[in-house]
């Protein structure tokens, strides 16, 4: 029993001293994309250039029944995360319906720039990435305005902007950075020691086992589902993380990770982000239901044409 109890001590020592440095490494290129991403939204923002660009696309907004307050939202969610877009939703104060349609538009199309680049790390072409997410954001939009009850909004061209001053809006920056890092180097190097356990005690196939049928529908190879399981509880950003390793490891090949990746792009972060509207009053299934069944067609699809390339 002793003997077992220390060989079982020694695996587990042996999971955490193997993932640690590798660990390490990614969440360092994560930090090394994720914070001069920031840091120049941080600028566009206080410069006022956001708004410059909301307002060039405010007309295209009017044709799936948006305001042109609402490219607002839209354009500062490509470069930042769901805590951001509620800031500024809630700074406009949009309306209910206009709001739970941009919810699932943002939570499609949030942190554009850098969830693409850990994409293309792992195998996808950013261009595709960029062009699915785009599109599932406005065939939901597109969708969600016909279906949803109450007018469309009026289509405001009003921009609001508040006054800002440097240091303080500098300081508050580098705070909410300061979190962010610590929160990445932790998780990455939590999710791979817990994929490495699960992995060298075989546990991974057996939590997996229920979940099959169901990534047989959704078109999903089988030996995606541990990563679409950490893409939908923890997001696209430490998804990849482990889709980096398991790449490099040459435990995933390309087209499978291009597969998920064409449903995680639509449909991920599924727990945090929806309870993050669903606690200031939009419905969760709404924010939920749609960008799973998107992500289903758009796997389909990529399914579809990748079995043409081949005839």
């Known amino acids: 029993m002793n003997h077992e109890s220390s060989t079982i001590r020694q695996r587990l020592a042996n999971c955490v001293k193997t993932s640690l440095p590798q660990g390490t490494k990614t969440a360092v290129w ?8 920031s840091f120049a939204v941080f600028l566009l923002d206080f410069f ?30 490509f470069f930042t995360n769901i805590y951001s877009v509620i800031a500024v939703m809630t700074t406009l104060g949009t309306g209910y319906r206009e709001g739970t349609i941009l919810a699932v538009m943002c939570l499609i199309s949030h942190a ?29 939009a597109w969708a ?37 890092t610590v ?5 990455v ?20 086992k229920p979940f099959i049928p169901l990534l047989r529908i959704m078109g999903l190879p089988a030996n995606t589902g541990f990563l679409w399981m950490v893409a939908y509880t923890l997001g696209l950003s430490y998804g990849g993380a482990i889709m980096i390793s398991q790449s490099e ?15 995680i792009a639509v449909s991920h972060s599924q727990l945090e982000d929806p309870l993050l509207f669903m606690a200031i009053g939009y419905p969760m299934a709404i924010l939920i239901i749609p960008r799973i069944l998107l992500a289903v067609v758009f796997v389909w699809c990529r399914r579809l044409e990748l079995w043409l390339k081949r005839r």
């Open 30 to 37: 994560l930090l090394k994309l994720t914070i001069p991403v």
């Open 48 to 77: 006022g250039v956001l708004n410059v660009i909301a307002g060039w696309v405010a007309p295209l907004f009017k044709l799936i029944g948006l305001s042109g307050q609402a490219s607002i939202v839209l354009i500062t969610s």
């Open 112 to 140: 554009l720039i850098v969830e693409t680049a850990i994409q293309k790390r792992t195998g996808s072409q950013p261009w595709r990435m960029v062009a699915v997410r785009l599109s599932a954001s406005l065939i939901a």
């Open 144 to 180: 969600l305005n016909l279906i949803l009850p109450g007018e469309a909004a009026a289509g405001s061209e009003t921009i609001v902007r508040q006054s800002k001053e440097l240091i303080p809006a500098l300081t508050g920056w580098g705070k909410a950075m300061l979190v962010t």
């Open 183 to 187: 929160k990445i180097v932790i998780l």
């Open 189 to 208: 190097n939590l999710l791979l020691i817990v994929q490495k356990i699960l992995n060298e005690f075989g546990l991974i196939k057996w939590i997996l």
């Open 249 to 263: 490891e040459g435990k995933l090949s390309k087209e499978d990770a291009d597969l998920l990746n064409h449903h």
